[in-house]
């Protein structure tokens, strides 16, 4: 963060869209590098660490505000400070003065740039410590009557509370913003977590459906090399049976028509006779029939 973030940032919401980017990043980075965390241990340390790290800067971010804020307050307040230790406003309608005089350095104070989100803080420390030097201005001052005194130290105690009141809004802000930072934080990861898990499934599925492709595929190979194996042994078969009709022929010259009607059957035949649904293999002799029998119960 030290590259993205000048401190003190102006407001809480400045820091924590800083974080909210750096978190994600590291997030991202971690969760596309992880593997085996099944139970997310590793990332809940991620989580702590990148939590605890915010958290140091925003103390560092209020340190830094503090003291910019005593630095411009030391120097729009020197000449109040200076006149209260002259006594200039000891007089009749000093206490006028002084007020006028405060009201001036509290706007110039309050408009200066870069003090941060504790502006507020520093400048209640600093009206409390002044709080008796306006009273005892005020008890001195002998131009007004004791009914303006009265009203006067009245209007000091509904501006004090003011004051206390405006300091405690923005405590509640800061508080606010780093419940919002924790909310934010937890759903970004869980984000992140949920993207992770549906890639690792679609991984997963994809994975699953080449090996089951490679599977079926296997398995045709399989089935066509048991085939051709198949036909093969038919093959044999076939060839054998015309070696015994043609022995056969030559043993009976004279033949006999059911022989001559399997020759040419199995010649035309060829394959589909074994394969293709039908094609009887009546009036083949019982030798036959029983090699080819036996072949199929193989």
Known sequence: MERWVRLPTETQEALSEIHAAAEKQ????????????????????????????????????ALESRRVCRGVLSRVFAGLDEAVGGGSYMRPR?????????????????????????????LTDYLMEKSAVGENILAADRSLTEAQQRMEAEKMKREEAEQQQRLLEDYNHI?????????????????????????????????????????????????????KERARLMQEEVDKLKQEQQQQKQQQPQGSSWLDTTADVLETGGMAAAFVPGWGLAGIGSMVVGKVLRWLKK
């Open 94 to 122: 000093g206490y006028n003065s002084y007020r006028s005089d405060l009201e001036k350095a509290t706007q110039l104070y309050r408009a200066a740039e870069g003090t941060g989100l504790l502006r507020e803080e520093v």
């Open 26 to 61: 590291a997030v991202s980075i971690f969760i596309s590098g992880s593997f085996n965390d099944q139970e997310h241990k590793h990332q809940l340390e991620l989580m702590r660490s990148v939590q605890e790290r915010y958290e140091e800067w925003c103390r560092r971010n």
């Open 175 to 227: 508080q606010e913003q780093a419940i919002q930072d924790q909310q934010r934080s937890n759903q970004e990861n869980l984000r992140q977590m949920e993207a992770k898990m549906e890639e690792q499934r679609q991984r997963a599925k994809e994975e699953l459906e080449r090996a089951v492709s490679a599977k079926l595929k296997e398995r045709q190979e399989s089935l066509e090399e048991g085939f």
